[in-house]
């Protein structure tokens, strides 16, 4: 932690940040510039966490040194995380797509794309039967029925479930037909939920809140991974901005950060950053070349009678395609889809 | 609703929306202009809500007539609400201040604070019992016991308590203790907290997204009222922005504009805003300048040792001076402090 | 400056770091922790400013100490910078206003609303000659006639001028007409249009740009200062944010910010940052309340038929009503108007 | 144009607004809903463009049917635009790149840079001349003499020459040396500089401002256009959001929305966008996965020693690397490079 002091600071303002900070356990480090005077607290920085340095008078700024986050850190663990899923490998060479509808309606609907998404080549289908909904006249999900229609469509397909819990009431019961929870991004800060997910056994898919910096979203796999899960997948589905000609603004330099700052996986999901199927494949296309680990593609067999999001759903037939299309970039970069 | 076609739309493509329109129940006027073609569709726009139009080949963009929030609206209510806590009326001439320490730490510190936080002129008293804490590793509140220090300041001093509520579970304890309940910002769009609040009989203080539009707050307002609890208060506490220089950027903007939307008093969070107690006093003169109905002010009697957002906290004398203060710019615009 | 090093940065790259900046002048302090290496430089920062460290290998980051602007800063000059513009002074305890209209367009209009805020309580005029509108097919102000309209209504009222300059090649025309040379929002980093006015003893307005940080904001008054002009109004007129709701997001944190940052005195523009005519009061008296020097604010005549920013002006009658309200309130600051 | 009254509007304020329509040529359609009344204008839009409509009292929204640009739009021209410089296409099959040096050093550093960006497969060279930078005391550009220094690098390699205008005053001069007319970001706006970029036979290279929409963006390009030179490269080089973690936020969704709404060639710029070197090669694979017709990188042969933007400067050897990346990524989308 350095500390930098007001050029108007005393010397009694000086040496009681000095004392502060000493009495906490670290060592300091004064250093009077013609300009400032600096301190250097060495030691544990995080004894200094919860003090609020900046409210000391005579102070003008505290920067710290070290990373917030370090279990979900590439200083605390090189290689890459590879999480293994019924056989299926997140995190490793081949570029995983997660596809399905947005919220589950019927098993008809439900087994007819699962079926096709399987066809198309995705390894995961995805499905809310919790749905949060901006507006609470819109169709909320079928809940424990649409776990049912999901774990009937695994039964068929083979294909591994992911499904979002939205209340901490819910996990048990999600957990007995899903094979990856997923945390939406609206849920990215809600830390009871990220603390119950990081108890069980299960992988967890970690959405990027749509105001959140890349540091918050690590500080959230780091909530997770704080109760002892790491099978984190981390997956930006864009940021909030100004641009309105998308619903979010999908932030792609989001990968190589993440990249170089975790070990965890790292997915895209296009239809939700962009709100418009037409430009889910393209983007795609630029999540694979950028180095992502996997997609997160809405697919839905008859969009315009969609209940929820049918702007952004890919019917099966453009679903094949992207999957071709992404094939050829992944094969640019020495991945395999 | 109005679509509007693109200017490519075939005959075929029109005639397929106007179907689908007409399917849902709605009337529709069709408009074809030298540019473009548009349709006006007639009657319950709910019913089109979830129908994902701009899906539809042909079209250019859906706009809505109508604003997606109703119990909420000043159409739907003209007057005010004025929501009475125990004798003391919120929403009402008199601007409300709630004050109190970031979260509770110790049974001294808070009766301390409780004590002189009244003296200054407070009319409720804050305290977190749960805290949402960006890092795993920070101090997570005192829980239940934190609720018994809170109901123990009460009698004390009499003042009612206002405390956050951050899992379902967690609800029926905390309206044991509480007056009011606070939903914080990163939890505005945990809908199933919202479900809950929305079915107690206990006022409701609801914090605005870090990055929530204010229709996305008015909605997020709606759902706890559709489920019967309208005793809701809006608090503006800052909005993420590209600035750096305070940790989010106040919106008072919004106090008027959230007059104009809807009946429901409005509450303006400096501390949280701002991030630094300096700023505080002058935005606190600012929010009752421009309308607001209360503020929400972080004091603590050692801030220096506080746990929790030390930087933000006023010292008891100081926000007795902010006290006096905001009670000359409530008096020049017709209100009492 | 301190430079953090990575956690798996070599020998070899620290020395070639430290050899680095000692070869600029500076000196070293090199302190190794059991996390991470850092070095203190030690010395004049600016001669590091144009040294990328942050792309030498095994460098994390870098952390300037010392604020980029100088001249404009409350360390470089403490006391409040007071302009006097013919006996009008700016920045002293008098809060100024500055109406008019967005465009000048016809000399009777002009001389009317010239007229009326005048009466109103308004210190100076401002009226638009050259208009940066964002349709090339808008009106584009009527130029050196639009000059001339001013002067003829400056000589009727006494009221001095202020107007924008878009163009370095105006400058000695427009000297000849105003009293004070407006740089617009989307001119802020237009550095030559800085340097021009940097040059010339006229008193310069700078209209923060719409996603400049206020460091930028400081950074772009000091090209001017740096020229030697420091007679410079530093004005707020709302920052682009996700908000739709307003034209963009009036930040009235930045004035007591920029209060303790600069001297130079700072107004607010509520009537551009909202672009709504019934907001313009409230936030008007939050500016005063807040400690701003004086309010930049859009007067028509007859709003319904302007040429520009119609939605956002003020009638006369509503303008004098204005001025009562934040009369009101600058008298409970310590202030008058 | 569809304006829609607010609920409580008075039959007169419905006929004024009429009224006021009709004044201006345009037809009236009036649907009186059971919530609310709404007209549809018909006619030329552009004529009520300058009347603020929104501003007419009993009026609640004012939505517009057609886009503000016409010129640069899909609709005015379907084919996409292909400039021709020199003979080398942009626009067409091959992405085009252009390399170099954020601002000209010296005639030996921008000869060498030169050489080695053809080298590795540029089709343009890049090099500043005249500088915008955020502090007036950072180096500015050697002026004409670095327009020099590119002509000779040009005759030297037999690559065009990009370079940027600032100033109005400088443009006869800059064509003299220059093949494509850079406009900087923070000029996005000045709407002289594009008025006159407009009037020359040279193409211009228009970067988006931090702060623009696409729409916006595209209004600028208007300018231009309007102007009669219709050869303008779109440049996406990053917009202003909360993250921090990269300089801006590349936004890559722009490429293929532009695509859809302009017929006007799209370049990225990964190097301004990120301010890191690490970030340029995997977002310029990204960039020509999702449509993008050229990139612009900048390449220094020295970075540590660069007086400009080093920190996101690749070595010639990473850019031959890059160049190779690319070229496999173009060939899957149909592409050469």
Known sequence: MIIVFKKSATEEEISHVVDRIKSLGLAVHLSKGEERTIIGAIGDESLLASTPLEALPGVEKVMPILKPYKVVSRDFKAEPTVIDVMGTK?????????????????????????????????????????????????????????????????????????????????????????????IGARNMQNFRLLTEVGRVKKPVLLKRGLAATIK??????????????????????????????????????????????????????????????????????????????????????????????????????KFAELMKMIGGIAATVGRTV
């Not at 749905?131 to 609470?136: A, E, L, V």
């Not at 190589?256 to 296009?270: A, G, N, W």
Request: charged share 25%; glycine share 8%; proline share 6%.
């Open 90 to 182: 997140i995190g490793a060479k081949e570029v995983r797509v997660i596809a399905g509808p947005c919220s589950v309606e019927t098993m008809d609907l439900l087994k007819d794309c699962a079926t096709k998404v399987k066809e198309g080549g995705a390894s995961f289908l995805r499905g809310g039967a919790f749905k949060p909904r901006t507006s609470p006249y819109s169709f909320q999900g079928l809940g424990e029925e649409g776990l049912k229609f999901l774990a009937e469509a695994k039964k068929e397909t083979g294909l591994p479930i992911v499904s979002e819990l939205m209340d901490p009431r819910d996990i048990e019961l999600l957990c007995e037909y899903v094979d990856i929870i997923q």
């Open 216 to 317: 918050e979203f690590l500080m959230s796999a780091e909530y997770i991974a704080s109760q002892g899960n790491t099978d984190i997948i981390l997956c930006e589905r864009g940021i909030r901005t100004f641009e309105t000609a998308t619903r979010n603004t999908l932030d792609l330099s989001a990968v190589p950060v993440l990249k170089q700052e975790t070990h965890l996986p790292v997915f895209i999901d296009p239809s939700h950053a962009t709100g418009k199927w037409s430009l889910v494949t393209p983007l795609s296309m630029a999540a694979v070349a950028v180095g992502a680990d996997g997609l997160m593609i809405e697919v839905h067999s008859d969009p315009e009678n969609a209940l929820c999001d049918g702007e952004q759903s890919l019917k099966p037939a």
